[in-house]
């Protein structure tokens, strides 16, 4: 986190000058913010597929993936620190939507199809739908991770069933709202251009980038000594998934793109447009380090179960998604102003320092192996 605030404050005081730095302070914020917040929500996600689908191998990891769902609520405070900020300065030229210049009639700066949205895109609907967000993942976090504690007081099984039913309950707000989400934080600051696609584009990379987390904590808790009952096929799945997402994500990208160079319909190219001519070596690079890496490394069961292998394709991947979102944020917001300098890995480090130590210390908060999960001895003795 040292290191991270030392570079934020060097990049600030080298770009005094730049009439862009407050801007690329606050998009820097939402790139970082939204990012770590996302590998949380996966985190929260996973955790609820296992239980609906009655999962038995994911016993043994549970705690490692409550852990990272933990940073849930430290993700959306910065996340919604960022977002209060540049609503209150009228969007901060990132969310144009936000400034009454633009969709007030008659003004210099009015466009009228950003006026034609405005039902949607406006501050007010923009923060019900926001906490609406954050409260339903905050109470399903809360309520798994309290039932979680209780499980392991009382045993049993009334409490698992009682997480299926929730987890399923959860999945259904999480299938509109992970895509809503990144409608509203994402999507929406390049306010002319939509893809149907975007939400579960968006949604597929956060997912990797929380399957290669929870590999790598689970990887180095194992060094450490710590989730005795954790052995080489459970490092396996966890591998697979990694493997899967890294496709998904792939297809997803490749569809969104293919999709709208094929019908070439001017409204919906210049996203890509702009991408391509600022961004070109960052927008078709971090597909390459995403798609090629776990797919040319990853291909085979060895591969899977190697920690050194894991934990370099796991940093290659994470690395790549970020460059993902910074293209995301950047490319709508800057323009051809855009930079990847001090400022942008400062405040990367600074969240990841901040990531890592809040997830360390929720690890801390509950034994690592849930004693009474009736699904714990069949975790025991997985083997694939």
């Known amino acids: 986190m040292a290191v991270g605030v030392l570079f934020t404050v060097l990049g600030i005081i080298m770009n005094m000058g730049d009439h862009h730095l407050g801007q690329r302070i606050l998009a820097g914020g939402l790139i970082n913010g939204f990012y770590f917040f996302a590998i949380g929500l996966g985190a929260l996600f996973f955790l609820a597929l296992q239980y609906a689908t009655e999962t038995g191998w994911y016993a043994s990891v549970k705690r490692v993936i409550e852990a990272v769902a933990g940073f849930l609520p430290m993700g959306m405070g910065v996340l919604g620190l960022v977002l209060l900020i540049i609503t209150l300065m009228d969007g901060a030229h990132i969310y144009l939507w936000m400034d009454s210049e633009v969709t007030t009639p008659g003004s210099h700066h009015y466009d009228a199809i950003i006026h034609g949205k405005t039902a949607y895109l406006n501050k007010g609907f923009f923060w019900v739908r926001t906490l609406a967000y954050f409260s339903v993942y905050f109470i399903f976090l809360r309520g798994f991770k309290n039932r979680s504690l209780r499980e392991d007081r009382e045993g049993g099984t009334e409490i698992h069933f009682t997480n299926y039913r929730k987890a399923a309950v959860f999945l259904v707000f999480f299938a509109v709202f992970s895509s809503a989400s990144a409608w509203d934080w994402i999507m929406s600051i390049d306010v002319h251009w939509f893809s149907t696609l975007f939400g579960w584009y968006t949604f597929a990379g956060f997912w990797c980038c929380t399957m290669t987390v929870l590999v790598m904590l689970t990887l180095y808790l194992k060094k450490q000594g710590y989730l005795p009952n954790v052995n080489a096929s459970h490092i396996h799945d966890l591998g697979k998934w990694t493997f899967a997402t890294s ?57 899977k179960r190697n920690a050194g292998i894991l934990t370099f394709v796991g940093t290659i991947i994470l690395i790549g998604h970020w460059l993902d979102i910074y293209v995301m944020v950047q490319a709508p917001s800057m323009g051809s102003e855009g930079k990847l300098g001090l400022i942008e890995i400062g405040m990367a480090l600074l969240m990841a320092g901040l990531f890592i130590r809040t997830i360390l210390t929720n690890l801390t908060k509950a034994p690592l192996t849930p004693v009474n999960h009736p699904f714990l001895d069949e975790s025991i003795h997985h083997e694939i």
């Not at 496709?247 to 991408?275: D, G, H, K, T």
């Open 247 to 303: 496709f998904l994500w792939s297809y997803m990208w490749f569809s969104q793109y293919m999709l709208i160079w094929y019908a070439n319909i001017p409204e919906e190219v210049i996203p890509y447009m702009n991408r391509i001519e600022n961004y070109k070596l960052l927008y078709f690079g971090m597909f390459f380090i995403n798609f090629a890496f776990p797919m040319v490394i990853l291909m085979s069961r060895d591969a």
